[in-house]
Nanobody, 124 residues
Framework: EVQLQASGGGLVQIGGSLRLSCSVS????????IAWFRQAPGKEREGISY??????RYSESVKGRFNLSSDSARNEVYLQMNNLQPEDTAVYYC???????????????????WGQGTQVTVSS
């Protein structure tokens, strides 16, 4: 059974850092695409990053501040978030898919499996 569990959210001040973890079971992180999405209050869910066979990509909104990595031994994916700003406040979700043909890996419809969200709040 495929399961994903996101953790690591919390309250942080402007300019601070957090590291989110996505722990997975039922597959190995090196074999599937793993992505992070976020949803701010009143806004649509936004794809911000994905890692696929060791290669990572980022949305413009987080590029240069966020870094995605994976540990196949622990079967986890990590989202290191630096220089956090109030606009980064959202519920963050990890998602996964095994398909090998994609249109846009920052879109929700590409992913069949989702973890529960973890709240990130950036305050002044």
């Amino acid at each position: 059974e495929v399961q994903l569990q996101a953790s690591g959210g919390g309250l942080v001040q402007i300019g601070g850092s957090l590291r989110l973890s996505c722990s997975v079971s039922g597959f190995n992180v090196r074999d599937w695409v793993i992505a992070w999405f976020r949803q701010a209050p009143g806004k649509e869910r936004e794809g911000i990053s994905y890692i696929s066979w060791g290669e990572s990509r980022y949305s413009e909104s987080v590029k240069g501040r966020f870094n995605l990595s994976s540990d196949s031994a622990r079967n986890e994916v990590y989202l290191q978030m630096n220089n956090l700003q109030p606009e980064d406040t959202a519920v963050y979700y990890c998602a996964a898919d095994s398909a090998r043909v994609y249109d846009d890996l920052l879109q929700e419809y590409e992913y069949d499996y989702w973890g529960q969200g973890t709240q990130v709040t950036v305050s002044s």
